[in-house]
């Protein structure tokens, strides 16, 4: 076992092997703790998680140190390391290739379990504590054996190798490389955390008693990093990959919007049990989807079963991540069939006109949502699996499935911030949604006046105005009244979450009605004309490092500064990566792609232009999404000074 | 404050509403003028994959395969014979259905549009079941006195209600 | 799922639709296959061959439908792709065994996506003396539906065509198929 591969490569493994061993231990501690109730044990629980933490640094920083000392010996070395990579994307590289992904989610889930630990540090003896600690260590202990096993990254490679290709061009081309990936794990990984504690309700049958409220902050940090990760994402392919779109419907990217959709009606309907201690089962099951999601979506994108631009090599983890699948599925249905109906609140809604009305509703939507994006996602496997035969379902699918139900979102977006609890009069209805109902008129008069066309885009352009009038109402009524502090807290963070997601919405109803895209040939010295500006070649520019040769055609629009799209070629990979060059203005960008082939004296480029109308609009919403996120993290109301600002989540401000 | 000298009665309802529907059908119906060859090309390309590069989009993809769609599909855009859809049948007819992003609505393809409007009518059942059920625990509708005070005492606090 | 929350009994029952539901997911993705690879069928097999009106590398004259009344292999060819590369001695022993059968076979290779200059020292380098055709815009390929090079494809006297090859070539394979295709089809 440690034969060949020298000093990282048992080391890497030694510190996997303890994970492993940590981890059932964890677990068995953890599950005995529960079962005996004996204090002595449930002292122990800390010491594993700590001790699993501690394995999962070290095997990272072992492959670490063995990727920036360029240990050739091992397989994963020679498959992404070069020594010709700068070492910020060498520091990346790591997490370049199917290997050193899973290794990062050891990490990062065992930082989740010590994290949880310590928050929990008093309640060790606790049964739903144990329990949901038991699940953690359970999921560690899979995922330590996935990376000793299948997906060992550190495997010894053939030798006399003395250098490797680097990481795949695309991840060596910025900096984004080290911030997306690990922001998109922790918000998958971070899931797990609500997970683990709503089984260990469902094993206890204590669901009633706010664990639901505590954990509610653990799935809105996961939440966020996951929304920051996509965005941050779709910005890296629009900015940076020249894939000129923002979102392809890609598996991979289908893949992490399924637990974000769960995840985003869980943090909704969760606001109705506190309320109204009603939903316990509706929300367990969307805990409980969010998490199976994530981890069917590794699978669909690490198992090489379905076709994706971004998707990993074909591995041998296939097959451990089904039946990890189909473990977790088959065990939370069971609990919830075999529990369901003790956990059963009662309680009643009085009408379908109310808070809590509007959010069931706003939950069916995300279910069909959800249901639709699986649908599609999976759906060349049914048909490969019943005809052999293969189809694609592609982007324009989702956007004509995806459309009705953003619009009817948005339709919620606008009357559900104003409705109450239990019910509403048509009256009060008509007091509140009167202003941000003329916002919606206002929003539709603007866009028919500059020129927009088409009822799908005016109607999503009308109802982002309402939408945007009935959060700005909140956030107004709330500074008007607590100053600043009407800023923070969940329902006024919520409502600046709605208006970045409004945001998004109506800057890509804009980008993908109007955007027009234009082929041009310059030529140095002649101006060509698209759709009001003038685009003129300057020179064409060529870069040569070690690792690539860069062509630039400098471009300069409407005479002003130049606008550098180029083509680079990865002599090492043998690849070409087309950069594209931005003009990003308030009404819209332009966006240049240099097309192949390039010569350098021609003094001739061929370039495509696309007019993308609001476009920038998609990250100023994101990063309110952000901002709204941290603002709805903060607790609402004043805290005892006692307690610290970190822990303790609805200990205080329940209800 | 009664209701006649309010600005949010029925009336101003009415007219926004009718105001709304008037500049969507006029926005809606105007003719956006004539599309372009590059908008046309670009509208068919959307539609058809990629047939070696792992799902993309002919609009998208720089694989030499996507190059030479797109360049038939320029061509056929150009010669004006036929219309986009006819493009994308021609272009089917040579590659097979796995260059269409657009599932087939026959046969056992149509599964993946029916599903989602089944879904829907299945989520709507659902919730109508649960309002009604719900309802039935409900002791009647309250009375106009009730709704009123009701509706000061949520004026008053309409800052809290959302926070809680 | 919603109905989870009924009084009744449901949960039980739901859970159980649910698990049905997903069982059956299980089942397609436990039967999935890795990536489907290289698919040799084409919507144009049987059917009449699409036209093919072109030049030569000699910038002679070339019309698939004058070829009627022979077999025709048509073979699509980059010079920097390193399968056709590979398979090109395949085709070389093609083309001589056809001279020895009666209603030889007639092979061409259509150029994709190259240029004419990097086709000539190729073949000059590698040999090879049948005609070489022009498709420089990638019509004759996207008219046949060709993914990606190298591709072969057989056109029977009649103007049908009879077999696509995707990939690269292996040892016979050529030969085989096309002493198959002349007694399924007459020659």
């Not at chain 1, 392809?248 to 769960?262: G, H, Q, R």
């Not at chain 1, 520019?541 to 680079?568: C, F, M, N, Q, W």
């Amino acid at each position: 076992m440690f034969a060949a591969g020298g000093v990282s490569s048992s080391l890497g493994r030694a510190f996997l092997l303890v994970g492993i061993i940590g981890s059932l231990f964890g677990a068995l501690a953890s599950i005995s703790s529960a079962r005996s109730r004996d204090r002595t044990v449930a002292r122990l629980i800390p010491r594993f998680s700590v001790l699993i933490f501690a394995a999962a640094i070290g095997a990272f920083a072992t492959m670490e140190y063995a990727m920036i000392t360029r240990d050739f010996s091992m397989a994963y070395v020679q498959k992404v390391g070069s020594t010709a990579t700068p070492a910020l994307y060498n520091f990346a590289a790591v997490w370049s290739a199917l290997e050193g992904s899973i290794l990062m989610w050891v990490l990062i889930l065992a930082g989740y379990t010590v994290a949880v630990c310590f928050w929990l540090r008093k309640k060790m003896d606790d049964v739903l504590t144990n329990w949901a600690m038991g699940v953690m260590f359970i999921v560690s202990t899979f995922f330590f054996l996935l990376s000793f096993g299948p997906a060992n990254p550190f495997a010894a490679g053939a030798p006399g190798v003395f250098d490797g290709p680097g990481p795949n061009p695309l991840l060596q081309n910025h900096i984004l490389v080290l911030f997306h990936p690990p922001l998109l794990y922790l918000g998958y990984v971070g899931v797990t955390v609500p997970f683990a504690f709503a089984i260990g309700a469902l094993v206890t049958g204590r669901v009633g008693e706010g664990w639901l409220l505590a954990t509610r902050r653990w799935t809105l940090f996961a939440w966020g990093f996951l929304t920051f990760g996509i965005i941050l994402g779709s910005w890296w392919s629009y900015e940076v990959l020249g894939w000129s779109g923002v979102w392809a419907w890609d598996p991979v990217e289908n893949a992490s919007l399924l637990p974000w959709i769960t995840a985003t009606a869980y943090i909704h309907s969760v606001l109705v049990q506190e309320r109204r201690g009603m939903l316990r089962v509706w929300n367990l099951s969307l805990l409980v989807s969010t998490f199976s999601l994530t981890i069917l979506g590794t699978f669909l994108t690490r198992s090489g079963v379905l076709n994706s631009v971004h998707a990993f090599s074909e591995s041998a983890i296939g097959p451990w991540l089904l039946a990890f699948f189909a473990i977790i599925v088959i065990v939370s249905i069971g609990l919830i069939g075999w529990r369901g109906d003790r956990l059963h609140a009662p309680g009643s809604i009085d009408s379908v006109v109310s808070r809590e009305g509007a959010f069931l509703i706003n939950n069916v939507l995300f279910a069909i949502f959800a249901f639709v994006v699986l649908l599609g996602t999976v759906f060349p496997l049914v048909i490969e699996a019943l005809q052999s035969r293969s189809i694609v379902v592609g982007a324009p699918f989702f956007d004509q499935l995806v459309a009705p139900i953003g619009i009817a979102l948005l339709t919620l977006m606008a009357i559900a911030p104003v409705l109450p609890w239990r019910r509403a009069s048509g009256e009060l209805l008509s007091t509140r949604l009167f202003w941000p109902a003329w916002c919606g008129i206002g929003a539709l008069a603007l866009s028919v006046l500059v020129g927009a066309t088409g009822f799908m885009p005016l109607l999503t352009f009308a109802l982002g105005g309402f939408a945007s009038g009935s959060a700005l109402r909140q956030v107004v009524l709330a500074t008007r009244r607590q100053g600043l502090r009407g800023f923070v807290g969940r329902a006024n963070g919520g409502m600046i979450v709605h208006i970045g997601v409004i945001l998004i919405a109506v800057a890509l109803a804009a980008s993908n009605s109007f955007t027009h895209s234009q082929e041009l040939f310059l030529k140095t010295g002649t101006p060509a004309y698209f759709s009001g500006h003038s685009f003129e070649l300057i020179k064409i520019v060529e870069e040569t490092t070690d690792r690539a040769i860069s062509v630039k055609a400098l471009i300069s629009i409407d005479g002003g500064k130049a606008y550098a799209p180029a083509i680079t070629k990865y002599t090492k990979v043998g690849m070409n990566i087309g950069t594209p060059s931005v003009r990003t203005g308030i009404r819209g960008d332009i966006y240049l792609t240099l097309e192949p082939p390039v010569k350098q004296d021609s003094g001739e480029a061929h370039i495509k232009v696309f007019i993308k109308p609001l476009l920038v609009w998609l990250w100023i919403g994101g990063f309110l999404m952000a901002l709204g996120t941290l603002l709805a993290a903060f607790p609402g109301r004043r805290r005892k000074p006692t307690d610290a600002t970190s822990a303790l989540i609805g200990s205080n401000d329940v209800g | 404050m009664s209701k006649s000298t309010k600005l949010n009665n029925k009336y101003s309802w009415i007219f926004m509403a009718a105001f709304a529907s008037a500049l969507l059908i006029f926005g809606g119906l105007r003719d956006s003028g004539p599309r372009s060859q590059q908008d046309r090309i670009d509208a068919i390309t959307m539609r058809l994959a990629c047939p070696t590069c792992q799902g993309e989009s002919v609009y998208v993809s720089r694989a030499s395969a996507a190059e030479a769609i797109r360049a038939e599909v320029a061509r056929q855009v150009g010669s004006g014979l036929r219309t986009d859809d006819e493009t994308i049948a021609y272009i089917e007819q040579r590659f097979g259905g796995q260059v269409l992003l657009l599932p087939r609505s026959s046969g056992i393809d149509s599964l993946v549009w029916a599903l989602p409007i089944a879904a829907l009518i299945c989520g709507a059942a659902a919730l109508g079941v649960v309002f009604r059920k719900w309802r039935t625990a409900d002791d009647g509708a309250a009375s106009a006195e009730d709704s009123a005070l009701v509706e000061a005492a949520m004026a008053s606090t309409n800052v809290t209600d959302a926070n809680t | 799922m919603l109905g989870e929350k009924k009084a009744k009994p449901v949960a039980p029952i739901a859970a159980t639709v649910v698990g049905i539901v997903l069982v059956s997911l299980l089942w397609v993705l436990v039967s999935a296959k890795p990536n489907p690879s290289d698919n040799a069928d084409s919507p144009l097999l049987g059917q009449p061959a699409p036209a093919v009106v072109t030049t030569t590398l000699e910038d002679k004259p070339f019309d698939l439908s004058r070829r009627k009344g022979s077999w025709v292999v048509l073979n699509f060819f980059n010079s920097t792709c390193v399968p056709c590369r590979i398979e090109h001695p395949l085709l070389l022993a093609f083309a001589q065994n056809q001279l020895s059968t009666d209603n030889p076979a007639e092979l061409y290779t259509v150029i994709n996506d190259d240029s004419d200059g990097a086709v000539a020292a190729f073949f000059a380098e590698n040999k090879g003396d049948w005609q070489k055709i022009r498709d420089n815009d990638g019509t004759i390929a996207v008219a046949f539906g060709v993914a990606k090079v190298p591709e072969t494809w057989i056109i029977d006297p009649n103007g049908y065509v009879r077999l696509r090859i995707a990939g690269q070539l292996s040892e016979g394979l050529l030969d085989e198929q096309m002493s198959i295709l002349k007694v399924q089809f007459g020659s």
